[in-house]
Nanobody
Framework: QVQLVESGGGLVQAGGSLRLSCAAS????????MGWFRQAPGKEREFVAV????????YYADFVKGRFTISRDNAKTTVFLQMNNLKPEDTAVYYC??????????????????????WGKGTLVTVSS
């Protein structure tokens, strides 16, 4: 099994920034894709961003393009989500996810927009207006 633990959530004012981290442990695998999803109160979970193993393919949901950046540190099996210019509508529980399959380009979004195999428990991000 793979365990994913998110951190870095909290309360921030609109226009502010937060950096989420996700540490993977357990049966980590040599090549994988990792991503972030979110679920706002009363809404369904939605795709935010995905990154492939080498980090050269990243794909973002339209509503975060230009504001959020996904990155990873494979030596520490950690993925990050830098969130800038946060808006109240970004308020949600953010979930880290991972999958064994690597991906490339738009294929990362096509493959993982619906979800991934392994999930963290989530971290709450609240953006006040």
């Amino acid at each position: 099994q793979v365990q994913l633990v998110e951190s870095g959530g909290g309360l921030v004012q609109a226009g502010g920034s937060l950096r989420l981290s996700c540490a993977a442990s357990g049966r980590t695998f040599s090549s994988n894709s990792m991503g972030w999803f979110r679920q706002a109160p009363g809404k369904e979970r939605e795709f935010v961003a995905v990154i492939n193993w080498s980090g050269d393919s990243k794909y973002y949901a339209d509503f975060v393009k230009g504001r959020f950046t996904i990155s990873r540190d494979n030596a520490k099996t950690t993925v990050f989500l830098q969130m800038n210019n946060l808006k109240p509508e970004d308020t949600a529980v953010y979930y880290c996810a991972a999958d064994r399959r690597d991906c490339s380009g738009y294929g990362c979004y096509r493959l993982y927009r619906g979800g991934m195999s392994y999930w963290g428990k989530g971290t709450l991000v609240t953006v006040s207006s």
